[in-house]
């Protein structure tokens, strides 16, 4: 401040001294006289206040020649000067702009074009951690992979490129199928930026796939500290990953460490299904009943499943049709209005060969809903009751073309898994496995075309055929003769069938298989042929003439052809 204070007087001095020496030379009216090299010259005051202005620009000028000068001197002896920066800012001006335009061609896919801009704008600035970025970007619109992937690795020389060069690595990996060494690169990557969300998804993806279920576990722990994912939602995929977890712990022989990890994914999501039930097997393999019993009815509550009454049955699985259904009482009441529930306890009492209360329970589902377990539970009650076997085929014949019921389908695809998995075979989405019917009804994989018709065509009573009497006037008795004794009729051998004796949902053993003989219709058998040995029977025709010696009629054979020139056959057309 006191320097700005200063400046302003010295510019007031100097403004008032001008003006003093400009009102002293008005009042004295004396001339300015300079005299050089033997001339005189006189100047008015006016003229000598020009004559000053013009010395001061020609003094700025030289000065400015002499400074042109001595920058020319250092320019030629190397040093940066003005000409130096000239220079530099018309480099950087076309390599900004071949830098610009490489981007637009990247952008549009122009990889050739946005090879040779990179390369110019490498030429003209030196900022290699951006034009090298350029130029791995344009290799990899060109189709260059090998160009794109060296100048990757050259990024990772600056910590300001690393991380870039670790991803564009990691991505190039993930497209020739290396999942294990994106792995590692992705793993590299998160180290330097741990907040990337992209990143975090890939890295998830990748830890996946290589069925790293601990490190996806951390990274979802990692990602809710960071805010970055509800806590109802780390909880749900957490069980998720905490669950398959615990199968290949189970699979590789640890039940200890996969009784924990079930029974902790079980207690953090009890909606799902699939660790409810690995939860009570292990229960009941410490031979805790009471706890198995507790988890599976309360995932009944929350998801009836068949998979749920399976492990249910599995608690006790010696006792009796009646008992079991006495002790799936409690279960189906958690849920008794739900059609899963419904199903079960039909199923339960077909076992207990109750079938007047199987079709109660059932109700109209097999109208309102028809799938295949439903239709299948029909034809078992239809058979159990004694009904006809049209009727019986009449159901399983609707049933080749009924829906499936619910399946684990996924909300992101719609794509239908027979078994629950943590990823969808066909999007890879994580955790979008619902169990539910599909939106589009699939026929099932031994159906045929014109198989909608099955129901129509056997779907009658099937009527025995009536053989009609003969016609005793216009068919004369022929003699008897002897003929080849009648062979025997011999019913075809029934075919066995193998059922499998278990409550519903259980595996079946191989000494739970029962077999027994389809009930079938006997109906007349056909005559046997006529052996080619044995004479055929003449028939005689009333209405032909004699012979022509006029003894006695001409037998006919109505298996053998007449000749075409016999002469009873004049006037009449072959048969």
Not at 270 to 281: E, N, S
Not at 504 to 519: C, H, I, K, L, N
Not at 535 to 553: M, R, T, V, W
Request: hydrophobic letters at 45%.
């Amino acid at each position: 401040m006191l320097l700005s204070l200063l400046k302003i007087l010295f510019f007031f001095a100097v403004v008032l001294v001008i003006s003093l020496g400009a009102v002293h030379l008005s009042e004295t009216g004396q001339m300015l006289r300079i005299e050089y090299g033997g001339t005189e010259y006189a100047l008015t005051p006016v003229k000598a206040i020009v004559a000053l202005l013009v010395l001061m620009v020609l003094a700025w000028l030289a000065f400015k020649a002499l400074g042109l000068a001595l920058a020319f001197i250092r320019f030629l002896a190397g040093d940066e000067t003005a000409i130096d920066r000239y220079f530099a800012r018309s480099r950087e001006r076309k390599g900004y702009a071949a830098l610009g335009e490489g981007m637009l061609a990247v952008a549009s896919g122009e990889g050739k074009l946005a090879q040779d801009k990179a390369a110019k704008a490498e030429k003209y600035l030196n900022m290699p951690h951006i034009t090298n970025l350029l130029s791995a970007q344009a290799a990899e619109v060109a189709g260059d992979k090998a160009r794109a992937g060296q100048v990757y690795r050259t990024l990772l020389e600056d910590d300001r490129t690393r991380f870039v060069g670790i991803r564009g690595l990691m991505r190039q990996k993930i497209d020739e199928g290396d999942t294990a060494t994106a792995l590692l690169l992705a793993q590299k990557a998160y180290a330097l930026k741990p907040k990337h969300r992209d990143l975090q998804d890939t890295l998830l993806d990748l830890e996946m796939r290589e069925r790293d279920w601990k490190g996806a576990r951390q990274l979802l722990k990692d990602k809710r500290k960071q805010g970055e994912l509800p806590k109802d939602v780390h909880i749900r995929r957490d069980a998720v990953l905490a669950l398959q977890e615990a199968s290949e712990v189970l699979a590789e022989g640890n039940s200890i460490s996969a009784r924990e990890a079930a029974i902790s994914a079980n207690k953090a999501s009890p909606d799902l299904i699939p660790a409810a039930v690995l939860a009570a097997r292990s229960y009941v393999a410490q031979k805790d009943y009471r706890n198995a019993s507790r988890v599976l009815e309360k995932t009944w509550s929350v998801r009836p499943h068949p998979d749920v009454a399976a492990a249910y049955a599995e608690i006790v699985p010696d006792e009796t049709p009646a008992a079991r259904l006495a002790r799936f009482d409690r279960l189906i009441a958690k849920n008794p209005n739900d059609e899963e529930s419904r199903l079960l306890r039909a199923e339960l009492l077909l076992a207990a060969e109750d079938f007047p209360g199987a079709r109660r329970v059932l109700g109209d589902l097999a109208e309102k809903h028809p799938t295949v377990r439903t239709l299948s539970i029909m034809a078992a009650v239809e058979r159990g009751e004694g009904a006809d076997d049209s009727v019986v085929r009449g159901y399983l014949a609707r049933a080749l073309t009924a829906s499936r019921g619910p399946q684990w389908v996924c909300d992101k695809c719609h794509n239908v898994m027979s078994d629950w998995a943590p990823v969808c075979d066909s999007c890879g989405g994580f955790d979008t496995l619902t169990w539910r019917e599909p939106e589009s009804v699939r026929s099932v994989a031994t159906a045929t075309r014109g198989a909608e018709m099955l129901p129509l065509l056997v779907g009658a009573p099937k009527q025995e055929p009536v053989a009609p009497e003969p016609d005793m006037e216009t068919v004369a008795e022929a003699p008897v003769q002897d003929t080849a004794p009648e062979t025997p009729v011999v019913p075809p051998k029934a075919r066995r069938i193998e059922v499998a004796d278990v409550a519903p949902g259980m595996v079946p053993r191989e000494s739970d298989y029962v077999t027994f003989e389809p009930a079938r219709t006997i109906t007349t058998p056909e005559p046997a042929p006529v052996p080619a040995d044995v004479p055929a029977q003449p028939l005689i025709l009333p209405d032909e003439p004699a012979s022509p010696d006029g003894k006695e009629p001409v037998p006919v054979r109505p298996d053998v052809l007449p000749p075409e020139d016999a002469d009873w056959t004049e006037g009449k057309t072959r048969p």
